[in-house]
């Protein structure tokens, strides 16, 4: 048991859903060649002026609103300064004082299946820096093209309500799900468009004080959340133990050594010198303009995983599972539909379609296998005109091929076998081969049963009903 408690505090960005950049009329794309996406205002260049984006604004207040904060009726852009090369104007547009959201919370649920709030300090909007590239040696590139991007940041509140690397990858996991749900980001980690910052310090078990904390710069995984945060409890506890001293600095994450590395010492909120920006003007909020955006709010993920389980009576484990992504949840309301058994369809979203989609890297948006065609399988399936070993073959089959499930069980005769006189002769012919299989049945051992089932559903490739089998291997075995 470790001597130190663990406090966690998490600023997260992600970059928004918008069309255009922040303050300017550049495209707000990823990827492409460096700096062909940038003007003189998201360069900053003398005598450029911005023009606030106000479906950003819009998008920060519907997550400020999701996240159950209260929203600040007036807002002022400022001036965060700090000299470095991916900032060319010398200073990043951000809010400080009434951001758009604050005073808010997100309940998570952990491994053990216990819930925990973790309250949130403030959402606002800012814009995304340009991207530095370290070439190697002694040389390093820039690429603007992400500079002037919409970037909104959640901070969660002081005391922190985190203790632990896995509390800081629920809370992240919980916050891309409603993110993506509210279509404000495509919370897409791997090409930095949602990426967190935990503030982490220890102190000893039972103190009030806060330790030393130092901040880890742009994960862009919940695996890297959870290892950051798990190797720098441990750096910070072994230095401790030996009597050493935390530093207050920022952090970067090496994946591939799997540590820390020093980037800076931390700055302090002084050194930024925030102003008023003179260029914006204010935001003010109209009560009917957040009531109205409040309406407008989606189904957050908590709502539907309780209905999903009230109303079609899945699992609260399968309902979770369903849940925790919009696409998946849509595709299975869009296949329980009907009359076919709405559990058979979790169970299929959940298992075999679920490791299709893994093994081949895909997301349920780019399979193959539509709601409809998954719903027909099943029907087949439960009519008995395939068994449900074949139905797992027919699905790999639609996976691949886009098929039908009536189609590929026309093409390849996978239809059931309806002969109970063909069945049984292959039954009489695995007996035949089997007679200390059978000898040992008749002893009393029931649990070979099986084996002789299994030989006959090989016999007949699968399309032989097991409850039939298993009939016609008792009345010839008793």
């Known amino acids: 048991m470790s001597n130190y408690e663990t406090v966690i505090g998490m600023e997260c960005h992600a970059e928004l859903l918008t069309e255009s950049k922040m303050f300017c009329g550049c495209a707000n794309e990823f990827g492409g060649a460096p700096n062909t996406r940038t003007c003189p205002v998201c360069l900053g260049l003398p005598g450029s002026l911005p023009v606030m984006n106000k479906l950003a604004v819009e998008l920060v207040l519907r997550t400020a609103l999701a996240l159950n904060c209260q929203v600040s009726r007036d807002c002022l852009f400022a ?32 491994e053990d299946g216990s819930s925990k709030r973790v309250h949130i300090r403030r959402v606002h909007l800012e814009e995304d820096t340009g991207k530095l590239i370290h070439a190697g040696g002694n040389e390093s590139e820039v690429d603007y093209n992400r500079s002037g991007v919409p970037l909104m940041e959640i901070v969660t509140e002081f005391p922190p309500d985190l203790h632990s690397a896995e509390e800081a990858r629920a809370y992240l996991e919980k ?8 279509n404000v980001s495509d919370g897409k980690m791997e090409e930095g468009h949602l990426r967190a910052e935990p503030n982490l310090s220890i102190r000893p078990v039972g103190s009030d004080k806060f330790g030393v904390k130092t901040e880890i710069k742009n994960l862009n995984s919940f695996k890297s959340v959870f290892k950051g945060v798990q190797y720098e409890v441990e750096r910070q506890s072994a230095l401790l133990d030996e009597g050493g001293v935390v530093r207050q600095e920022t952090l970067g994450w090496n994946d591939l050594r799997g540590e820390t590395y020093h980037m800076r010492f931390k700055e302090e909120e002084q050194e930024y010198r925030y102003f008023p920006e003179p260029d914006l003007v204010p935001l003010h909020f109209h009560d009917a303009d957040i009531e109205a955006a409040r309406a407008a709010l989606p189904e957050l993920p908590d709502a539907k995983r309780e209905r999903f389980v009230t109303q079609y009576g899945v699992r609260p484990y399968d309902a979770a599972v369903l849940t925790s992504s919009r696409s998946v949840a849509d595709f299975y309301e869009a296949a329980a539909t009907d009359g076919v058994d709405p559990k058979a369809i979790a169970n299929y979203v959940t298992g075999e379609l ?58 390849e005769g996978l239809a059931a076998v309806d002969d109970e006189g063909a069945i049984a002769a292959e039954v009489d012919k695995v007996l035949e081969a089997n007679p200390d299989v059978v000898a040992k049945i008749k002893a009393g051992n029931d649990k070979s049963m099986a084996f002789l089932t299994g030989q006959v559903m090989r016999a007949t490739k699968g399309k032989a009903r097991p409850d039939v089998v298993n009939r016609l291997l008792a009345d010839r075995i008793k």
């Open 354 to 411: 679920a490791r299709l989609l893994n093994a081949s890297g895909q997301d349920i948006t780019q399979t193959k296998v539509t709601p409809a065609a998954l719903r027909d399988l099943i029907v087949l399936r439960d009519s008995g005109k395939i068994t449900n070993g074949v139905a797992k073959t027919v699905l790999e089959k639609m996976f691949e091929t886009g098929q039908s499930a009536p189609e590929i069980v026309e093409a």
């Open 79 to 110: 001036r965060k300064n700090y000299f470095y090369p991916d900032i060319p104007k010398g200073y990043q547009i951000s809010q400080y004082d009434d951001p758009i959201g604050h005073s808010g919370y997100l309940d998570i649920t952990l």
């Open 175 to 182: 916050l891309r799900t409603i993110l993506v749900y509210l």
